[in-house]
């Protein structure tokens, strides 16, 4: 288990990643599994390290399934396959919220596919806008602008 790529991505996550994900995680609209939140409640007392012998898949399975005898390989695999999914779609929540330009883009396409027209040309002016507003021409302005650029096409 310490040698999971979950665990290698949770060493990465600083202390308010780690708040921050467990919000993400008790959300209903993000999981409705109640054992990832209990899974991440064993681990995340661990953070950074993670190096406690408590964090094998057979203790970990015997805390999280009292109820039942033996171990299931498969049952931990899956829940930590599953927490390691809703790690990575939070760092993509994450990113959008700090990347607006990405984001309005996101929302614009969102927009523009359910023929909602008027709202993704309000959309792309506010890219627009932001566009202006970027501080360097770099990768990201020229990405951006090309983007830009080919979405005029489609009004």
Do not use: C
């Amino acid at each position: 288990m310490q040698q999971s790529k979950l665990i290698a991505l949770f060493r990465v996550f600083s202390l308010e990643d780690m708040k921050a994900f467990e919000s993400f995680l008790l959300s209903p609209y993000f999981n409705q599994s109640s054992k990832l939140a209990r899974l991440f409640k064993l681990i995340a007392p661990h953070h950074p390290t993670f190096e406690s012998d408590k964090l094998t898949k057979e203790k970990l399975y015997k805390t999280l399934h009292q109820d039942k005898t033996g171990y299931s390989d498969a049952t931990m695999r899956e829940l930590i396959s599953d927490l390691f999914k809703l790690a990575r779609s939070y760092i993509a929540h994450e990113e959008l919220k700090r990347n607006t330009m990405q984001a309005g883009l996101l929302k614009y396409q969102w927009l523009y596919a359910r023929h909602l027209f008027k709202l993704a040309q309000a959309e792309a002016e506010q890219h627009r806008a932001l566009l202006e507003q970027y501080p360097t021409h770099d990768h990201d302005y020229y990405h951006h602008r090309w983007q830009q650029d080919i979405k005029q096409f489609e009004l």
